[in-house]
């Protein structure tokens, strides 16, 4: 079956701490990976996304995300967390053949401490 | 990417009553989708809502309570039907501009059913 897995319900960093967000997925076929931001009242933004190429993915914001095939991952990154970083994340996969349906985790809400 | 617009931005309502939400783009897409995301839980796509014919159920989801209408390529409209308290969550609708996959989101509405 297909699936999303986002482990961490709930993750606290200091601000100016290294951030990683992890995801794993289960899909049939080539996977397209997409990394979602959903601030408090606010609709998602996508923030990257992997079709194919690179496996080191940047995005908006500063974040990347590395996809890793063998470990069905795509955790997202971010070297340097600020306060505004504070929100819901999701991962989210889709697949090649075009019918634009996405699966979505589970979410982890982010909690940046001063 | 696209700018995505959504009618009521929020709204409470009788349980037994029916909303219509509209979801409006700036441009022509080639795919439209309708989510819903409850209360602290992730999103799970409703249905694809196809130009000019039925709308394409998700399992769990039913015409009879979600009535879902794309007359152009820039419009759709999602009704929840007959509501209950369940139905109370965040409706979304999203669209795939192009061949690109990206998924953008518009901002939500807000249904609260008492």
Known sequence: AQSVTQPDIHITVSEGASLELRCNYSYGATPYLFWYVQSPGQGLQLLLKYFSGDTLVQGIKGFEAEFKRSQSSFNLRKPSVHWSDAAEYFCAVGGSSNTGKLIFGQGTTLQVKP | ?114
């Open chain 2, 1 to 114: 990417s696209a700018v995505i617009s959504q009618k009521p931005s929020r709204d409470i309502c009788q349980r037994g009553t029916s909303l219509t939400i509209q979801c409006q783009v700036d441009s022509q897409v080639t795919m439209m989708f309708w989510y819903r995301q409850q209360p602290g839980q992730s999103l799970t796509l409703i249905a694809t809502a196809n130009q000019g014919s039925e709308a394409t159920y998700e399992s769990g989801f039913v015409i009879d309570k979600f009535p879902i209408s794309r007359p152009n390529l820039t419009f759709s409209t999602l009704t929840v039907s007959n509501m209950s308290p369940e139905d109370s969550s965040i409706y979304l609708c999203s669209v795939v501009a192009g061949y690109t996959y990206e998924q953008y989101f518009g901002p939500g509405t807000r249904l609260t059913v008492t």
